[in-house]
């Protein structure tokens, strides 16, 4: 059977652990082809209410 050659730091065990981290960041963002306001891709437009060219929702007066 097969053992560990050294003890592995706790530094260095946290750090593969906390790997799932790096992989979080800003979200991507395309451009709403009606209104031209930045929205996330795959997703109706929060400012007008369209996605792929129809109307979803009446967005709310804010």
């Not at 963002?29 to 031209?36: A, D, I, T």
Request: aromatic letters at 6%; one cysteine or more; glycine letters at 4%.
């Amino acid at each position: 059977m097969a053992n560990p050659r050294r003890k592995i730091s706790k530094s260095k065990r946290d750090k593969r652990r906390a790997s799932w981290m790096s992989d979080l960041s800003n979200p991507s963002l395309s451009v709403c082809p009606n209104c031209g306001e930045p929205k996330q891709p795959h997703r109706a437009c929060m400012n007008c209410g369209y996605y792929k060219g129809q109307k979803v929702f009446t967005p709310s007066e804010s």
